[in-house]
């Protein structure tokens, strides 16, 4: 005869099995229960990842995101799917709603644009994402999405001085109709300290890099060079309301500019992750300069480098192109190149010359070089044909 608390435990191993629930529904990641640990009785001290539930809203969560849906305790508490005893109320619950229920429920209305988080996005992103459809309901009939999907949108965010690095407060405007985002260095100033080409804008939180949680980076073109810029705010809704924003803007334009491409084709061009960055050593083009020491940041194929992470302005940047246009990636460096303090090198092969790279660990490398990798191997786009063409003329 089976006890009741293994009763309970094989009832929830049947839920998670089915496949709606076998990814988180918030961040979509996979975290699967280890099958040894299904049919047995294994002290808690044994289970090493075990998945989670919301109990209240009846989803199936990742261990990350059950921690998040802690910070609405009044909508949704959570358990562990194994360490955690279960009650056949419980289970009903979890039973007559899970994951394709909830989706259905609390994602009816998601704008295109809207950026849904999976496992790698920042925290700030996937509580902002988890509170918009459980507290807020934005994305239910009778939400409130105006402060992101209005096309018009006014605010102080602080800003990162380009000399000095002291955070001030500065006034945006992102207009849709204009197709700008703009900034003034005055609360009531009339003339715009930079006018952002929405065409040409992308943003990217990255938390790590600006060191806050809430910290976004947006770039966009200025006498065709990159040009960054760091901002934050105190509040994670409005910072992620910005973003979201941003990206309504962007597809606006894109739909605008190519009208018979479909959204679906459209949406991976709105904002860009960056696909790496880090530290590398690099030399000049005569390969007899020493190495320096420089950021890097791999942007769709453009590959950045800066002095220190937090620069305006690249100090120069390498187009990364497919192997049928002539590029390629050596792991090393050419024989009689000057040692790098750093031994791991790689070289780039481009059609006009070739760049030389060290890394500090084996591991860094083999990172790097997996990312080249898959950029030379990847046929080149129509627009990546036109980068490549504006990159020339610079």
């Known amino acids: 005869m089976f006890s009741e608390r293994e009763n309970c435990r094989k009832r929830v191993m049947e839920l998670v099995d089915k496949p709606d629930n076998k990814n988180c529904a918030d961040c979509r990641a996979a975290e699967p229960i280890d099958p040894a640990d299904r049919g047995r009785n294994v002290p808690c001290a044994c289970v090493a990842d ?16 059950s921690g ?4 609405i305790a009044q909508i949704s ?35 295109a644009f809207y950026y849904r988080p999976d496992h790698q996005d920042c925290a700030l992103l996937r509580e ?30 602080w800003k990162r001085g380009r000399d000095n690095g002291e955070y001030l407060s500065r006034k945006f405007i992102l207009s849709e109709q204009e197709g700008v985002l703009k900034y003034f260095k005055k609360q009531d100033g009339r003339e715009p300290k930079a006018i952002m080409n929405i065409g040409t804008v992308n943003a990217s939180f990255q938390p790590a890099k600006i060191g806050t949680a809430h910290g976004l980076q947006i770039t966009y073109l200025k006498d065709n060079s990159t040009r960054n810029i760091f901002v934050y705010h105190e509040d994670g809704k409005e910072m992620v309301d910005w973003f979201n924003a941003i990206r309504a803007a962007r597809l606006h334009y894109l739909q605008v500019a190519f009208p018979t491409t479909p959204t679906a084709d459209l949406l991976p061009l709105v904002t860009r992750n960056y696909v790496k960055q880090g530290f590398m050593e690099k030399t000049g083009p005569k390969h007899t300069e020493g190495f320096r020491k420089r950021w890097f940041a791999m942007d769709d194929r453009r590959l950045m480098y800066f002095k220190d992470p937090l620069d305006a302005y690249a100090r120069g940047e390498v187009f990364i192109g497919g192997e049928e246009n002539g590029y390629g990636v050596l792991r090393g460096l050419p024989s009689g190149v000057q040692n790098s303090r750093w031994r ?51």
Request: with cysteine.
């Open 50 to 65: 075990p998945d989670w539930a919301s109990y209240t809203l009846g989803v199936f969560v990742c261990h990350i995101c």
């Open 68 to 71: 998040l849906h802690r910070n």
């Open 77 to 111: 508490k959570v358990k562990s799917l194994l360490l955690d005893p279960w009650t056949a109320a419980q289970l009903e619950l979890m039973d007559s709603v899970g994951n394709r229920a909830a989706k259905t429920k609390y994602e009816q209305t998601v704008p």
């Open 128 to 157: 902002q994402w988890i509170r918009a459809k459980y507290e807020r309901k934005e994305f239910m009939p009778g939400g409130t999405r105006d402060s992101y999907s209005a096309g018009y949108r006014e605010g102080f965010l």
């Open 344 to 394: 791991f090198g790689i070289t780039i092969a481009t059609p006009g010359r070739k760049f030389l790279f060290a890394c500090e660990s084996e591991q860094d490398r083999s990172d790097w070089l997996e990312t080249f990798r898959r950029a030379v191997s990847r046929p080149m786009r129509p627009h990546e044909y036109a980068d490549l063409l504006m990159k020339l003329k610079i």
